[in-house]
């Protein structure tokens, strides 16, 4: 991938005109031969940008980028380059959709029994000045407790689940609150970290939360 922060206009010409200012701009040139340019906002979405197959024609300040289809062009016009790399990213693995913590929320309050006998459900993201906790319950004895969920639990949840009940245990209507931590996986520096901070940990079954299992699905 090749970075371009340039002085810039851009003008294109096609199935309509555009005109672009000229402006501090990222120009971000892809392997696939894609060219786009982006401002300092917008999050993902590019001002403007041409679509492989196309081609980059450099001529001094005259960037010029022609569709090899349609004959589209994107005309840049370089003021001044400020920066100019380029970097080798290798084979993209894909993304991967991670709605398991989602999933498993939603499964374990219509299910929150499954946590032990007797246990009941006073709210998901129930909402704390630092965010929501994932599920704040009832125990059999009627002591509050707060449920964070990952699917990989590391430290980073522990601290986050710690930081709820120091805010939670600082009402009188719900203190005292106690933890669980409950993940698909549980790191073994998270446990001890849970333990050491008083916290449950909870190793989550998805596939027997689901029902999948053909006999007697258990959470744990």
Request: proline share 6%.
């Amino acid at each position: 991938m090749r970075l371009v922060i340039a002085r810039c206009s851009v003008d294109y010409m096609g199935r309509l005109t555009a005109h672009l200012p000229m402006a501090p701009r990222l120009v971000l040139i892809k392997a696939d031969g894609s060219v786009s340019i982006h401002a300092d906002d917008r999050a993902f979405k590019p001002l403007n940008w041409m679509n492989p197959p196309c081609k980059l024609k450099e001529d001094g300040p005259t960037w010029t980028v022609t569709h090899g289809k349609t004959g589209e062009k994107l005309v840049l016009t370089m003021e001044e380059i400020l920066h100019d790399s380029s970097h080798e990213l290798g084979v993209d693995p894909g993304l991967i959709k991670d709605g398991v913590e989602a999933h498993l929320q939603e499964l374990l309050a219509e299910h929150i029994s499954t946590l032990g006998e007797g246990y009941t459900l006073i709210r998901r993201e129930f909402m704390t000045a630092i965010g929501p906790v994932d599920i704040l319950c009832r125990d059999s004895s009627g002591a509050t407790v707060a449920v964070e969920i990952k699917r990989r639990g590391e430290i980073d949840g522990v601290e986050q689940l710690t930081r709820y009940l120091e805010l939670l245990n600082r009402d009188p209507l719900l203190a005292p609150v106690r933890g669980v931590f409950a993940a698909q996986e549980i790191k073994p520096q998270a446990r001890v970290l849970a333990a050491d901070r008083g916290i449950d940990c909870v190793t989550l079954d998805y596939a027997a939360l689901r029902g999948i299992e053909p006999e007697n699905p258990t959470l744990f």
